[in-house]
């Protein structure tokens, strides 16, 4: 029988009857199709149904087309597992790992299946690892090991040397060749997405910004895009300038922290101390707007709650003009020195092939020549009008990943003034409605990482019954095991930082 | 090498702020400290709905607990008649939970460590950083005290590498239960006498994840703290202005350096 097809945008709502159920065999085949035919797995998630089954839906994106497939296929509790994606699609491996701990089913066939955030399942049945869900830490659970003669093994974290979040690092190395690094997160676990469900609106964008502290402009747009798709809340041209340009401020402070971040770990002084300044006046311009230096209470449902002033315009105008000069003239001499070059080129490479089968995302992903941006394919708020030129780099090494940063700064700075030259008019907030009952809806944004997927599902009652998020980081961290592998252990803080995930983002 | 030094010529001299000697400017918008407008004869209906948190208690009069507050702007709205609104001063860090509760503009800032341990950590205090289920925002903004605007080490302050060489820890998040026990292992790593500095509206108590299922509320109860510092995330120079406290080296209220 041939089933009717459903496919979403960005930014869309869509009836619950409407999504088609396959039968187990036909959905995986129709994931395997799409996905060899150049789709891209964007999300697979599972969802209680009540009546003893779980639902599980995949979300496969024809980037080039700007639209989504949405499949989904009805498990029983009792049967309790599901043939793995992962053998034939590696792109799923998390996601399927991630399903089994929050519903207790098994994908038969998972080459590696182990907890993702060591957390208890969230539909009261018997957890598939009841020995470490139960313990306060992670970490009881063998690591993936080679064994031999010469073969040592090094244990990093959760608390690490520097100033950042936890999560322990596993390498399995021959002298300096690192040949397998795992990375075992969980510590970070809040329980975002089961909290999203149970707290009133006010609460829940606030959660929505305590993701990831360095995407709190990226994540409460997703949020909000979501909330606003599902009441069907048009806002202002005027509220989506002042947030487009939120979020580019944010990409620019990120990256240019990032630019730093790498001048630091090999040890060029001066452009380390010159980029920690700059993005600190990406951070300020931020607290001008929205009163905090990472964007904090700006977007909220409905719209923004700062206005850009024509004061505020010249002066963020002079600003950036200020900043466009000094950041060329920091790039051209980080850029321009042997030492830099020699130390970032060729190291921590991840091919196309392999960031395609991964399914990497964002400037990761572009540095290793995949084409792909949210803000391009599936155009949202303000981007629907005012293209930004994607950057994609050959070279796939840290590099590739550090110009990435570049072109992708200077590129946001034309961007805002553009913006700034021509900011539409409008409300700041309108009142939104009561969310639509039985509803399902998308929205996608592309935050400084790459591509924030948030998805709700909605009862009859019009409550939040599910809400799905997803960080680019939890695309991108086994990249970054693919990047160090047959390189030395000492590149491993440069790849590292070329990387620059979010911990909190992938625990959630 | 010319290049390096044209460089440096053209990015000029525009570095460390001359904090504490002067304290910048914040912009209009800042929310810092929270007032509460708490005349007597206007009680004002309060809107729950606005303070998921349950930041402000309404008994005879008004208070805010800053340790509950994200210093979030829509939690003005929870009186129509602007009772609460925030001021642009950064210095929110106190030393016990208690002071952490606002009732009109006074704070009482934090106190400096008893003499005795003031002179071992006075001119020089190594701290270590634990981050347990933080967004990551208080650690950002932690590691912005390092950069060359705030310039931390020229107070003697520095974050060290290991438990074992730091006098103190300084810890953000609600504590997850999956870094209980490391945080408890880091701490007792950690040589005595130390001091414990909890950074955020999460550490102190749970902030936005507060009553989760998978976290602790806050810091208190795991571990001894000596210094709340709130916000979220708290600006750099709040974080500074406790640290500064602590050490007595800025006097109450005033910002003299001594």
Known sequence: ?508 | MWGIIINRFKQGFRTTLSYPKEVPSFPQRFRGKPVLNNTADTPCPINKSKDPLGAVASGKKLTLDMGKCLFNEDLKAICPKGILTYSQDHRLAVSKKKDLILQGEEVKLARALNEKTRKIFGRSLKLREVCAGSCSGCDAEIQAMGNIVFDLSRFGIQFVASPRHADGLMITGPVTKNMELALKKTYEAVPHPKIVIAVGACAINGGPFQGGRDVHDGVDGLIPVDLYIPGCPPHPLTILDGLLRLLGKLENKENNFR
């Open chain 1, 1 to 508: 029988m041939k089933q009717h097809e459903l496919y979403v945008r960005n930014g869309q709502n869509w009836e619950w009857d409407r999504i088609p159920i396959l039968e187990e065999d036909s959905f995986r085949q129709e994931i395997l199709r799409e996905c060899s035919h150049g789709a891209r797995l964007v999300n697979l998630f599972a969802y209680p149904e009540g009546s003893g089954n779980i639902r599980i839906f995949s979300m496969l994106g024809r980037d080039h087309e700007g639209k989504l497939r949405l499949l989904s296929m009805r498990i029983p509790i009792k049967k309790g597992c599901f043939q793995s994606l992962t053998p034939e699609l590696p792109q799923a491996h998390l996601f399927e790992r991630e399903i089994a701990e929050q519903f207790a089913i098994t994908p038969v066939g998972h080459p590696w299946l182990k907890p993702v955030r060591y957390h208890q399942n969230y539909c009261d049945a018997p957890d598939l690892w009841p020995a470490v869900s139960s313990r306060s830490i992670p970490g009881v659970y063998p690591f993936y090991r080679v064994d031999g003669e010469e073969v040592h093994e090094v244990a990093v974290g959760p608390v690490h040397a520097g100033i950042i979040e936890p999560g322990h690092f596993r390498f399995q190395c021959h002298g300096e060749e690192i040949l397998n690094l795992e990375i075992q997160l969980g510590y970070q676990h809040r329980g975002i997405e089961k909290m999203m469900e149970n707290v009133s609106m006010e609460r829940s964008v606030l959660l929505a910004e305590s993701i990831a502290g360095d995407t709190v402009i990226g994540h409460a747009m997703a949020y909000c895009h979501l909330i606003e798709s599902l009441s069907d809340c048009e806002i202002s041209p005027r509220a989506e300038a002042i947030r487009a340009i939120a979020l580019e401020l944010e990409r620019l402070s990120n990256h240019i922290g990032d630019l730093g971040a790498l001048s630091t770990d090999i040890g060029f002084l001066p452009p380390a101390a010159y980029f920690g300044r700059l993005r600190g006046e990406f951070l300020n311009l931020l607290m001008e707007l929205s009163g905090n230096r990472y964007g904090r209470s700006l977007c909220r449902v409905g719209g923004v709650l700062f206005d850009l002033d024509q004061e505020m315009i010249k002066d963020f105008q002079k600003r950036l003009l200020v900043a466009r000069k000094d950041l060329k003239e920091i790039c051209d001499l980080f850029f321009t020195k042997s030492s830099v070059l020699s130390r970032l080129e060729g190291t921590g490479i991840v091919s196309n092939k392999i960031a395609k089968e991964l399914g990497l995302v964002g400037p990761t992903a572009r540095a290793s020549s995949c084409g792909l941006d949210v803000r391009t394919d599936y155009a949202f708020g303000l981007y629907r009008f005012h293209h930004i030129p994607i950057s994609t780099v050959l070279s796939a090494d840290v590099y590739a990943r550090a110009l990435m940063r570049r072109l992708e700064s200077q590129r946001s700075i034309e961007f805002i003034l553009e913006i700034l030259n021509q900011i539409p008019d409008g409300d700041l907030q309108i009142k939104s409605a009561a969310l639509k009952p039985k509803h399902m809806a998308l929205s996608m944004v592309e935050g400084w990482r790459g591509e924030i997927v948030h998805v709700a599902i909605t009862d009859a009652h019009s409550r939040i019954t599910r809400y799905k998020m997803k960080d680019p980081s939890f695309n991108n961290w086994m990249g970054l095991s693919m990047a160090v592998r047959g390189a030395q252990i000492s590149d491993f803080p440069l790849c590292n930082k070329s990387f620059n995930l979010s911990y909190a983002g992938h625990d959630l």
